[in-house]
């Protein structure tokens, strides 16, 4: 999964190419967090946390932040974001959920982009195993997005590109998204990265694969791994219906 040069050679751009912790969302988890009656300064587990910008966001809301991901450059990133806003209470580690031994207990996950690049239906499960076991059994809350096959499917256009203007210069910056003819509910993503600047012209593509989730299917795995009060919605917003967006956020209490 580092291969990719979003988390490696154009880490750096992360923050730019990906949606940051808007201020909308930041309150969309505290909010689930205090509805399932969570303390204020709870103990949450960022998988996947990328830069850290969610980290940093939760942290400075009061909360004791543990992120985790496989990619080192993501890391620095993070870490040298958490030098700069000196945010009390959170810390960075690296670490791979398929791999990585379940030594800590955690109030809450929060797990984004994760479930979509694991391809393997057993991996995909552990990884919600390995998720359940870290969570403390009393009110343990696991908040966690993925794509939704359902509305995804219907899309006619789901390519896109952007260009920014950055420090470094100009960038470019594109996904060619198809439907995998091979792979059920899986999409063909070719990423690409194009700078432009005085000096020279670095380009980097990279292609891989994108598993996405029926809402039904979604529930039935968390609750095989050991979730219940389960719920959906189409993004990190309450009124965002499970059948209006490409995504699905998921909220769920491990079992005790």
């Known amino acids: 999964m580092t291969s990719r040069p979003a988390y490696s050679s154009f880490a750096w751009a992360y923050d730019t190419t990906i949606e940051e912790a808007t201020e909308s969302r930041i309150h969309f988890i505290t909010s ?18 990328g830069t850290g910008s969610y980290s940093i966001a939760l942290g400075q809301k ?31 580690i690296h670490g791979n959920l398929l791999t990585e031994p379940s030594d ?23 990884v919600l ?7 403390r059994a ?27 203007q950055t420090t470094r210069g100009e960038l470019f910056f594109a996904q060619d998204i198809s439907f995998a003819t091979h792979l059920p509910q899986t999409l063909d993503v070719k990423e690409t990265h194009k700078l432009k600047s005085s000096a ?13 989730w029926r809402p039904y299917e979604l529930c039935q795995a968390l609750a095989e791994a050991g979730f219940k009060d389960i719920t959906l919605t189409g993004g990190y917003e309450e009124q965002s219906l499970p059948k209006t967006t490409q995504w699905l956020v998921a909220v769920a209490t491990k079992r005790e």
């Not at 195993?129 to 969570?135: P, V």
């Open 200 to 212: 020279e012209e670095q380009i980097a593509s990279h292609t891989f694969q994108l598993y996405t």
């Open 32 to 49: 689930m967090l205090r509805r399932r009656k969570l303390p204020s300064n709870a103990y949450i587990f960022d998988a996947g946390c």
């Open 62 to 92: 009061g909360l004791t932040v543990l992120g985790m991901d496989s990619s080192t450059e993501l890391l620095e990133q993070a870490k040298q974001k958490l030098i700069f806003t000196r945010t009390p209470h959170v810390r960075f």
């Open 138 to 164: 009393s009110q343990g809350t696991l908040i966690m997005d993925v794509r939704n096959w359902e509305t995804t499917r219907s899309c006619t256009e789901l390519s896109w590109q952007r260009t920014y």
């Open 104 to 126: 800590i207990k955690v109030d809450a996950v929060l797990c984004r982009g994760v479930l979509g690049d694991i391809l393997v239906k057993e991996d995909r499960q552990k």
């Open 129 to 135: 195993e390995h998720l359940a076991d870290i969570l």
